[in-house]
T-cell receptor, first 114, second 113 residues
Framework: DAGVIQSPRHEVTEMGQEVTLRCKPI?????LFWYRQTMMRGLELLIY????????DSGMPEDRFSAKMPNASFSTLKIQPSEPRDSAVYFC????????????FGPGTRLTVL | KNQVEQSPQSLIILEGKNCTLQ??????????LRWYKQDTGRGPVSLTI?????NTKSNGRYTATLDADTKQSSLHITASQLSDSASYIC????????????FGGGTRLMVKP
């Protein structure tokens, strides 16, 4: 398996633009997570899905952020409109499903909002 | 409040030396604790998992310890190599039913030749 795939790897956009980040989890994994990482705040969980259903979105900063998982092999994280404070590395991770399971992280998308 | 505190924030050591990274947590209930290694520009990768009943676990040159009474864990790196330069993140899982995780801020380790 190729692991968790994220695209794009880098994104530079201007304030106010819409940004869409994409993730393909490892096949067979029931859980998918979106994280944001900054130097100041470290890794923060934004939202996670179980079997394509959003379970906990309490980490989503505000209404400008939305996430979808239309099927077991694809998820998106959208920011509209983007702001400079959204600049961070966004990680997607997946796991088979139990509390003892390792989370497998993708390579991340580095987002810069000018 | 569930918290995971790591120390030191950053560390520089010479190649071949040993080092120990600390993780203190106030998470409750406790399910397990993982140490992740994150290379620059990459996602975190799990090094080891510690459950409540485990005190010590080794993975090559990495040895993790857990004291569930004092709620402390450590990651000891033996005979450090340049490739050990990375951030090390302590993550506590406090929910047997799902995936409720609390992340530490990480320790940035630099190994110099």
């Amino acid at each position: 398996d190729a692991g968790v795939i994220q695209s794009p790897r880098h994104e530079v956009t201007e304030m106010g633009q819409e940004v869409t980040l994409r993730c393909k989890p490892i096949s067979g994994h029931d859980y998918l997570f979106w994280y944001r990482q900054t130097m100041m705040r470290g890794l923060e969980l934004l939202i996670y899905f179980n079997n394509n259903v959003p379970i906990d979105d309490s980490g989503m900063p505000e209404d400008r952020f939305s996430a979808k998982m239309p099927n077991a092999s694809f998820s998106t994280l959208k920011i509209q409109p983007s702001e400079p404070r959204d600049s961070a590395v966004y990680f997607c991770a997946s796991t088979p499903g139990t509390s003892f399971d390792e989370q497998f992280f993708g390579p991340g998308t580095r987002l810069t909002v000018l | 409040k569930n918290q995971v505190e790591q120390s030191p924030q950053s560390l520089i050591i010479l190649e071949g030396k040993n080092c120990t990274l600390q993780c203190n947590y106030t998470v409750s209930p406790f399910s397990n604790l993982r140490w992740y290694k994150q290379d620059t520009g990459r996602g975190p990768v799990s090094l080891t998992i510690m459950t409540f009943s485990e005190n010590t676990k080794s993975n090559g040159r990495y040895t993790a310890t857990l004291d569930a009474d004092t709620k402390q864990s450590s990651l000891h790196i033996t005979a450090s190599q340049l490739s050990d330069s990375a951030s090390y993140i302590c993550v506590v899982n406090h929910n047997n039913a799902g995936n409720m995780l609390t992340f530490g801020g990480g320790t940035r380790l630099m190994v110099k030749p």
